[in-house]
């Protein structure tokens, strides 16, 4: 009952936060999305990025842009926010121009953060730049700047769980990054989950606190946990027709569970909480994540036999459907366009990637 309850709320907060695309294609046929990740990755990709924003901003179909983190590469020192003095490997203005690069898409931009920002600051592959919390805060307070607005040229309004928490969990209302809206008949719902096995690795020195560690991944598995219930809930609610799940991490990554890899345990009981709660919603439901790089799309939890299917111990999942995002150090440099036809209960996804860099050799 308590969670029928949320759910309620939550439905009533997406409402009034005027989330509009709800109501405004409602009994519309498709949406398209523009989803990109891992970009702009250094330099180069940063000085060409309006190649890509060019070239999502003239596709007048794309209502949404989702990034699904990662806003740097994990060699490139973090901003070193907030730490006096600053560090001297630090880049302390690049999140600044990333920012601005967000703000020049025509359509609203949903950003989840990815490792590369704050979790892995403290790596000394990132020149031990930054302190995880202390990072991930400055993000919060340059891209979250207004909880349950996103950003973009035409923003839009968006649930955010430092808005619309379950009161009982008031720890819960730091996670800003963590959204939620509906468009048609589809709820979107993001969710902080980073690579580097969730954030499981002990973080390197000068910046070891295994408590303070810790403490940050209770809290959020917990928030998100609790903001993923709240998703499907209100789906069914709501009615939705459809379900679509943005984080950062790829959870089913090969080379994570290789020897010397990070592993991907961590991330286990969230790949069985969205197995549990796609059967019990029964309707598509579609995870997007970045951080590998490689475009794929797949079922992977259609078998639980398969190379996929086996990490993680999930029952058999039909309704899911993931696409890891094309990375923009790879080639072909391209963006995902994705349409959803809610309708169409048995192939309600279609996607295509655009290519926005027509010359192979440059990295764009």
Same mark, same amino acid.
């Given at each position: ?5 949320? $759910? ?10 005027g989330?509009?695309p709800a109501?405004?294609? #409602?009994?519309a ?15 180069l990709l940063?000085?060409?990025?309006d190649?890509?924003i060019d070239?999502?901003n ?5 209502k ?16 070193s ?5 600053p ?5 302390p ?31 000394t ?8 919390m202390?990072e ?5 307070g ?7 607005v996103?950003?973009?040229?035409? #923003?839009?309004?968006v ?6 928490h379950?009161p ?16 048609g ?5 993001t969710?902080n ?11 390197? $020195? ?8 810790l ?14 219930d ?5 789906a ?14 790829d959870?089913?990554d ?17 790949v ?6 796609s059967?019990?919603?029964g ?12 475009y #794929? ?8 036999a398969?190379?996929t299917g ?10 899911l ?5 094309q ?8 963006w ?11 192939s ?6 655009v ?9 764009c």
């Amino acid at each position: 009952m308590k969670r029928i309850l949320f $759910a309620s709320a939550i439905v009533a907060a997406i409402g009034a936060a005027g989330c509009t695309p709800a109501a405004a294609h #409602e009994g519309a046929d498709a949406i398209t999305l523009a989803i990109i990740g891992d970009w702009p990755y250094n330099d180069l990709l940063l000085a060409n990025s309006d190649l890509l924003i060019d070239s999502v901003n003239a596709d007048a179909k794309v209502k949404t842009v989702i990034h699904v983190g990662d806003i740097h590469s994990g060699s490139q020192p973090c901003t070193s926010a907030a730490i006096l003095p600053p560090i001297a490997t630090a880049n302390p203005g690049w999140n600044q121009q990333v920012f601005q690069r967000f703000q020049k898409f025509s359509a609203p931009v949903v950003y989840t953060p990815g490792d590369n920002e704050w979790t892995d600051c403290q790596k000394t592959k990132e020149k031990s730049a930054g302190a995880p919390m202390k990072e991930l805060a400055a993000v919060r307070g340059l891209f979250f700047s207004r909880p349950g607005v996103t950003l973009g040229v035409n #923003e839009m309004e968006v649930a955010s769980q430092a808005n619309a928490h379950d009161p009982a969990f008031p720890d819960d209302a730091q996670f800003v990054e963590n959204v939620m809206w509906i468009d048609g008949k589809v709820l979107f719902v993001t969710l902080n989950v980073p690579g580097s096995n969730n954030d499981g690795l002990k973080w390197a $020195a000068p910046f070891t606190d295994e408590a303070a560690r810790l403490l940050e991944v209770s809290q959020r598995n917990g928030a998100n946990a609790r903001w993923l219930d709240a998703a499907f809930a209100a789906a069914k609610a709501r009615p939705a027709k459809a379900v679509v799940i943005a984080l950062q991490a790829d959870m089913f990554d090969p080379a994570a569970i290789v020897p010397g890899g990070d592993g991907l345990d961590q991330y286990t009981p969230l790949v069985r909480q969205i197995a549990a709660r796609s059967l019990e919603f029964g309707g598509p439901v579609l995870l997007l994540n970045g951080d590998s790089h490689l475009y #794929e799309a797949d079922h992977p939890l259609a078998d639980p036999a398969s190379s996929t299917g086996v990490i993680h111990g999930a029952p058999p999942v039909p309704n899911l459907t993931r696409i890891t995002v094309q990375g923009s150090t790879n080639a072909p440099a391209e963006w995902l366009r994705l349409t959803i036809d809610a309708n169409d209960q048995r192939s309600p996804f279609s996607f295509v990637n655009v290519p926005y860099c027509r010359d192979p050799a440059a990295s764009c």
